[in-house]
Nanobody
Framework: QVQLVESGGGLAQPGGSLRLSCAAS????????MSWYRQAPGKERELVAA????????NYADSVKGRFTISRDNAKKTVYLQMNSLKPEDTAVYYC????????????WGQGTQVTVSS
């Protein structure tokens, strides 16, 4: 059974930091490209950051470039999202997604973790 479990969400002040983790089980994470998405109330889910299966390539939404960093540890089967200089507009539910690097129809989502940025 495949599971992606996000953690690390919570309340942060503007300008603060949070680190999200996504722990995978039931898959060999080195076979999967991993990404973080977010969905704010009333908005569509959007891609925040992505990292290739080997960790050698990353990309970011323009809105988070220079503030967020995605990384992974395949030995720990975990993907991270370091979020710095948080803004109220970063408030959303953050989801982890795994996509097989060769078969894109094989993909999994986590259940999400709430991030709220407010003073």
């Amino acid at each position: 059974q495949v599971q992606l479990v996000e953690s690390g969400g919570g309340l942060a002040q503007p300008g603060g930091s949070l680190r999200l983790s996504c722990a995978a089980s039931g898959i060999i994470t080195s076979f999967y490209d991993m990404s973080w998405y977010r969905q704010a109330p009333g908005k569509e889910r959007e891609l925040v950051a992505a990292i290739a299966s080997a960790g050698d390539s990353t990309n970011y939404a323009d809105s988070v470039k220079g503030r967020f960093t995605i990384s992974r540890d395949n030995a720990k089967k975990t993907v991270y999202l370091q979020m710095n200089s948080l803004k109220p507009e970063d408030t959303a539910v953050y989801y982890c997604k795994a996509v097989h690097k060769r078969i894109a129809t094989i993909n999994y989502w986590g259940q999400g973790t709430q991030v709220t940025v407010s003073s």
